[in-house]
């Protein structure tokens, strides 16, 4: 478990933004590499230059390990929930809160 006081890294892994320097470290490409990288993912999923790319996203479009990927970045693993469990997120002052739909 990661002990780092950065909020970015207390994200679970669908709602980590990656970055062009983090795809740089992961993959061990130039920054070219990396931005085409996110481009690419970006325009499959049709979103726009400046719309983020999530971690569990780019894993799963380059067939990477997530599991492997949190490890590497020092962020914590955990699965992503299933959509119908999620009613909405708020991310108020860097904290995420997830509110569960009553069962």
Known sequence: MSTSKD???QLPPYL??????EVEQLRGVTTSTARRDLKEVRDKL???SRQPVF???YCEYF??????ACKFLNIRY????????????????NS???KRKAS
């Open 16 to 21: 980590y933004v990656l970055s062009v320097k």
């Open 96 to 98: 995420v809160t997830i």
């Open 63 to 68: 067939g990477y390990p997530l599991e492997k």
């Open 78 to 93: 955990v699965q992503e929930p299933q959509e119908s469990y999620i009613d909405w997120v708020e991310v108020p002052n």
């Open 46 to 48: 049709n979103r726009k």
């Open 55 to 57: 971690l569990t996203e």
């Open 7 to 9: 909020p970015k890294k």
